[in-house]
């Protein structure tokens, strides 16, 4: 089974618009952490933002905040004000277990595809 | 924050010959490293987990005799594809881990490894 489901393939934005990408996820642990990552056409994994399964508040991270709904299981990153540098692969990831647990890796979701249009 | 390298960044080889690929922690002792294959516009799918001084863990359906992983010190790990195969063709990207770290965010990407077997 997917543990992590991103559901939009690609997505189009307005430049300086918001914009929400999708996230599921699927876990038994009670313990865990969510990230997001921007991959550009240089192929590099940019760490935009992180949520632990423990954070009260929802994290932000400049023009970047992820919308944490446990009982839902979802992640969803919303980035505000886009510019046409967001225009990028962005990947949901999840791990398991404490920060400090052994040797969990992170788990990828298929990621969705973001064109900012100016 | 921690850098980590990867060499080469481009590769091209005939088909039969082997590629080494090496992924350098700049700034941090790599308890753990993970390596990563992308397929064009596809996830990071995992590989495989190595820890320094010991053997690598392989994922389900990756040949640990094609995929050769050595994590000999905290600041190096080696993927060398053996008798590489066009179907090998791919983008390798590594991660690393420090395991002194409390920082949530202690998985640090390479810039990748992309490869093109003739």
């Known amino acids: 089974a997917q543990k992590i489901t991103q559901t939009q393939p690609g997505m189009f934005v307005q430049e300086k618009e918001a914009v929400t990408l999708d996230c599921t996820y699927d876990?038994?642990?009670?313990?865990?952490?969510l990230f997001w990552y921007k991959q550009p056409s240089s192929g590099e994994m940019i760490f935009l933002i992180y949520q632990g399964s423990y954070d009260q508040q929802n994290a932000t991270e400049g023009r970047y905040s992820l919308n944490f709904q446990k009982a839902r299981k979802s992640a969803n990153l919303v980035i505000s004000a886009s510019q046409l540098g967001d225009s990028a692969m962005y990947f949901c990831a999840m791990r398991e277990g404490t920060q400090r647990s052994g040797n969990t890796p992170l788990v990828f979701g298929k990621g969705t595809r973001l064109s900012v249009i100016a | 924050g921690a850098v980590v390298s990867q060499h080469p960044s481009r590769v091209i080889c005939k088909s039969g010959t082997s590629v080494k690929i090496e992924c350098r922690s700049l700034d941090f002792q790599a308890t753990t490293m993970f390596w990563y294959r992308q397929f064009p516009k596809k996830s990071l799918m995992l590989m495989a987990t190595s820890n320094e001084g010991s053997k690598a863990t392989y994922e389900q359906g990756v040949e640990k005799d094609k995929f050769l992983i050595n994590h000999a010190s905290l600041t190096l790990s080696t993927l060398t594809v053996t008798s590489a195969h066009p179907e090998d063709s791919s983008f390798y990207i590594c991660?690393?881990?420090?395991?002194?770290?409390?920082?949530?965010?202690?998985?640090?990407f390479g810039p990748g490894t992309r490869l093109t077997v003739l």
């Open positions: 876990t038994s642990d009670p313990s865990y952490g």
């Open positions: 991660s690393a881990r420090d395991g002194d770290r409390i920082n949530y965010n202690e998985q640090f």
